[in-house]
């Protein structure tokens, strides 16, 4: 092998891990990524960017088991759609709401060079110590998706996978 081929593909290495890099950090992420146990949490979701080149058009997220009372911020431009869970009552009372199982917002579009915030208020489980991960899926123009979703397995971090769900960590009783 010649000097200047190992030069190349040394290149392309770094140039490889350099791309990937950027691709992993690019994450949709949650603004504050911990919260109190059976406490009234604002879950901010940042999506940086589009998918490739196209623009978001859709951003699906799915509510893990214990989380109660949820309710998205609308958002101007994006029509709303609320998936209840299917195995619990209707609740009765002031202000209730069926439990949410899935929020999806469609529209925007949010052009790949901006960035934005999409919300949702819940409660949290009274689970202190668990991580909750929360699948998002991000539709994009021409049919091009991104599944936020990759759950680490036991003694990996999520920044071991390409395409994580955003965490929730759940601190500790005081």
Not at 1 to 28: D, E, F, P, Q, Y
Not at 59 to 68: K, N, S
Not at 94 to 100: F, K, P, T
Request: a positive charge; proline letters at 11%; glycine letters at 10%.
């Amino acid at each position: 092998m010649t000097k200047g081929s190992i030069m190349h593909r040394t290149l392309l290495a770094a140039c490889a891990a350099a791309l990937l890099g950027a691709t992993a950090s690019a994450h949709v992420t949650l603004e504050n990524q911990e919260a109190a146990p059976d406490s009234l949490y604002r879950a901010v979701f940042r999506v940086p960017h589009g998918c490739g080149e196209a623009a978001t058009i859709r951003l699906a997220v799915t509510l893990p088991e214990g989380v109660r009372g949820a309710r998205p911020m609308p958002k101007p431009g994006w029509r709303l759609t609320l998936v209840p869970r299917e195995d619990r009552p209707t609740p009765q009372g002031h202000g209730a709401a069926r439990e949410l199982h899935q929020v999806v917002w469609e529209g925007g579009p949010l052009p790949n060079e901006h960035y934005d915030e999409f919300v949702i208020r819940f409660r949290t489980p009274n689970t202190p110590g668990q991580t909750l991960w929360i699948p998002v899926v991000q539709g994009c123009e021409g049919g091009r998706e991104t599944a936020w979703t990759q759950v680490p397995e036991p003694g990996r971090r999520a920044s071991d996978y390409p395409t994580p769900a955003p965490a929730l960590r759940i601190l500790p009783r005081n």
